[in-house]
């Protein structure tokens, strides 16, 4: 007997740009140094996006939470969930979904003001965005603000016509909704 | 205890027995403990040596191989060991000298950020800053690289911290929250495997280095011949299946067999065990198995999906999960396939490669035709990278796990000898054999005084075509024979070679040879080399990059009158190179 022989090309997986978004990675990870090394060069080894990486002590003795926002299709967000977990200083790695997740950033932003009238402006922005003023010199003002990283896009674009000097931006950190922990 | 003392009662604890080191300044604490130590140190003659040779042990038997380096230089020597176990996953524990603590970020003597540099290519490193940790540092070493999916690890040893004083714990926990490889596939998923093979008519296991890991050759075995699958292999999986067994096909890929590349083709479930897909397996991945379900088995999970599309995965050990889906499939009825089975035998018997050639200079086939015939099923072989690799990959018929030791993942020349050496070591009664390029065994000829020192008898056949063949293969394929920088024109005579270190060294020219002389080196029982002059023309067919792995170009020569019945002959100037 005799088998037919077709070649069929296997669907090509062409990723549209619309199909790339956001994801916010929390990750659970030894306390240790190096473990900010071992994420970090596995993001740009492995050609995975990474837009902003944050990390801090977290609820347990020995433990850091980081939180990494990327970008990319569901097939490079399973990549990237798989080589993390594959860190043997890696515990937990999940990929929270924006809806229910808290995010937020904080930002500081060091802006030109000499007039009285820019003065009082943007002392009034910061009051809208509930920001505060940190620190006031004779030319300057610095402003404290936290948010979604939209919410302090947008003060920034409303500061821009002041001259802003300089901005330091955390990169935002995250949190699940309600009661379930990773 | 002092920490170097720690470090060698820690190997000892592992059940070490050998390591293969090149010392230096920083690890003078620990050499000296070594001394009068009952463990048996080989002195390699170049720290990549030691990493392959720790290698070869570990794949020849199944433990962990050790290896040590000095900081700086001895640590990035260690580097390409290191890195080629990891690709193939190999279980290694490389231990690197470091610097004292308080100098380590001053660009000190022989500084180097072995964590940094080997952090990617390692499964796990670790620096040790205190002689207390020295302990639980190696304990977890072995275990991470002997489980899950094997691999690598280093140790960073400062040499303060093996001079430092520790009270060494009775009882050592290994506390690991972030590791815990996954061994029992999921149940359901291997249901649904079972169900998807028996829907199946026309079934393939492609099995890799996974398997020999594993250990699970004899469930790959009964799987097979129960639902009536034929096996190819990849490079890392050869012998993982007799390859004389009526279902086996060979070596699939690139430079693979006509009838794996061609089955795989036409195969409708895919059953893919403990294999990553490489590009060298698969060629163009949207041309592979394109009619195929593909069931993908293995411990990894991030090696599920990566290159290819998996229809089923089921992460675990492949022992367990392949005894488990014999144990479902065994319960129903109608297993086999007997009409797929007759026409794979068949069209297998039809493309068998030709091996016998008469030929002077000697044709590869013919000295790789009666290596298979001098060594028994026992014997280990080893190879280099390039020509001999693919040639006995393609042409060497293996009939046991852990018998045939190549580097795949990352195809490093020089591999061949000192893993043969580090294989030899680990299994004395056994036979080794390195079948080496000219070019390869060149990078690592130094390393005859070793085998020689220790009376370590591996056998190295270096394959004699004054070539970086194939190299110079592609430039003939692809790049209009503009042979650039391959050719190797001046090269020692390696008999004499082999005399200056004090070991045989033979020729071969002619058909026969290979074989007798292969027997009287093994018989000798003493270290040795074989210089077989083969004709620098021959090339291997091969699938040229970014094609279907059914494209093969150059002739294939079969075991059959009329060669040209066989389909998918092309000739190099059809399809393009690169
Ligand atoms: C360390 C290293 N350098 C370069 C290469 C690229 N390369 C692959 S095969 C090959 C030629 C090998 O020549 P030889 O050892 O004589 O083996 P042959 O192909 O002739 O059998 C080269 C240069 C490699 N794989 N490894
Ligand atoms: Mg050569």
Known sequence: ?182 | MKGSQAIIKSLTDEGVDVVFGYPGGVLLPLYDVIYDSDLKHILVRHEQCAAHAADGYARASGKVGVCIGTSGPGATNLVTGIATAYMDSAPIVALAGQVGTSMIGNDAFQEVDTIGITMPISKHNYQAMDSSEIPQMIRSSFYIARTGRPGPVVVDLPKDVQKGELDYPENITIDLPGYKPTKKGHPLQVKKASELILKSKKPVILAGGGIIHSESSEELQHLSELIGAPVTTTLMGKGCFPEDHPLALGMLGMHGRVASNMIVDECDCLIAVGCRFSDRTTGDVTKFAPNAKVIHIDVDPAEIGKNVAVDLPIVGDAKIILSHLVRVISQTKDQGKPDWVDYVKSFRASCLPRLSFDDVPLKPQQVIKEISEAVTDDTILTTDVGQNQMWMAHYFTSRNPRKFISSGGLGTMGFGFPSAMGAKVAMPDNDAVAVCGDGGFLMVCQDLATVKEYDIPVVVCVLDNRYLGMVAQWQKLFYDERISHTKLKAMPDFVKLAESFGINGYRVERPGEMKETLQEALKSGEPSLIDVMIDPDEILPMVPPGCGITEIVGEYKVERENPNEIPYRRSAQETGGD
Do not use: W
């Open chain 1, 1 to 182: 007997m005799k088998y037919p022989t077709g070649v069929l090309p296997r669907k090509l997986e062409v990723t549209k740009m619309d199909q790339r978004r956001n994801h916010i990675i929390s990750a659970l990870v030894m306390h240790r140094p190096g473990v900010l090394q071992r994420v970090a060069g596995l993001f740009t080894r492995r050609g995975f996006n990474i837009d902003s990486i944050t990390v801090g002590p977290s609820e347990q003795d020995g433990l850091a939470r980081m939180t990494i926002i990327s970008k990319g299709d569901e097939k490079v967000l399973e990549q990237i969930t798989k080589q993390l977990n594959k860190i043997i200083e890696v515990i937990k790695v999940r990929d929270l979904d924006a809806e229910g997740t808290v995010t937020r950033e904080l930002c500081l932003i060091k802006t030109h003001a000499t007039s009285e009238r820019s003065r009082s402006e943007i002392i009034q922005y910061a009051n809208i965005f509930r920001g505060r003023i940190v620190d006031v010199g004779p030319e300057n003002l610095t402003l404290e603000i936290t948010g979604t990283p939209e919410k302090i896009d947008a003060l920034i674009d409303l500061l821009r016509g002041y001259g802003i000097k300089e901005i330091a931006r955390t990169g935002p950190t995250a949190i699940s909704r309600g009661s379930k922990t990773i």
